[in-house]
């Protein structure tokens, strides 16, 4: 048994992978937290795939794909805010437009290269096996800085999660705080994207702090519990994807979403058990 779980972390690239997949899960654990507090799931799924042009276009010019990525981010937070702030439209129908134009304009940049199914393919689910020491280094450097943001942030980002009203009256600037986070957001994407790809990278940043949420209120208990499921989904999908021969980006991603569903069912389990309790105790005790 414990061969099974040694044998694939043997192997340097095995170790990159798992390094990058626990620091991404710490990262993403963080900022997916008020994430997923403050109902902001598709403003970041959006982001998730706002990124893709810059990466494209990137990696056509032979660029540096994390400038693309972050340019793209930041193109995609400013359309939104100006499309709900000089329009009628809602922030839903912004960021929705703003999703699949990006969407759109970067697949079609891809379909540009020469090897158009690979290079998707790559940008959009990752290459994880691929992972190289200074990619491994990036990914450390965004979670430092994330982890020391949360910290300096923490009281207004906890505000704003609660009433953006009261961030105001006490002074937080909310709007600053606002950006903050979703800049938090992009560069968490932006950095563990060569990992997990575009597509799957926003099941790290809501899928373990939602599982979190179902257990816990207190946002620093939510912080650690969504990282140890994270850090579970990480080793375990890589394990299955080592022996099995599947994907390692899409059964980690896979492993996260169920992890919420099994416990949201067991959670639900107990609920039921104990009403049941509640609703014959008096009768037992007459």
């Known amino acids: 048994m414990l061969e099974l779980i040694s044998e694939p972390f043997a192997y340097g690239f095995m170790r990159n992978t798992l390094m990058a997949g626990l620091l991404t899960v710490v990262a993403s654990s963080l900022i997916g937290t008020w994430v997923v507090m403050r109902g902001m799931s598709f403003m970041g ?84 096996l691929g992972v190289t020491s200074d990619q491994v280094r990036t990914v450390a450097q ?19 999660s609660f009433s ?4 105001e009256v006490l002074g937080l600037r909310p709007g600053l705080t606002h950006l903050v986070m979703l800049a938090l957001v992009a560069m968490v994407i932006i950095s563990s994207f060569r990992a997990v790809g575009t ?28 990282m140890f ?3 579970l989904g990480v080793i375990a999908g890589l394990l299955l994807s080592f022996h099995l021969g599947l994907a390692a980006a899409p059964t980690i991603a896979g492993l996260t979403v169920a992890a ?8 639900e389990s107990l609920d039921r058990a104990r009403t049941w309790r ?6 037992a005790a007459g």
């Open 45 to 128: 799924d959006a982001l998730a795939h706002g990124v893709l042009p810059g990466i494209a276009i990137a990696y056509v010019l032979g660029g540096n794909l994390l400038v693309g990525a972050a340019i793209s981010a930041a193109v995609m937070i400013g359309g939104v805010s100006v499309a709900s702030a000089r329009s009628r439209l809602g922030d839903d129908t912004a960021i929705g437009l703003l999703f699949v134009g990006m969407l759109a304009l970067g697949v079609a940049v891809i379909s540009r290269s020469g090897a158009y199914a690979g290079d998707l393919t790559t940008i959009l689910f990752g290459s994880p």
């Open 142 to 160: 965004a979670t430092a800085v994330t982890v020391v943001v949360t910290i300096a942030m923490y009281r207004p980002f906890l505000v704003l």
């Open 164 to 167: 953006r009203a009261k961030a």
């Open 199 to 226: 597509m799957l990278v926003f099941a790290f940043i809501v899928a373990p702090p939602a599982t979190a949420a179902l257990v816990s209120r207190r946002v620093p208990v939510m912080m650690g519990v969504a």
């Open 229 to 231: 499921i994270g850090a």
């Open 260 to 267: 919420f569903f099994v416990v949201l069912a067991v959670r």
């Open 278 to 283: 509640h609703r014959h105790a008096p009768a």
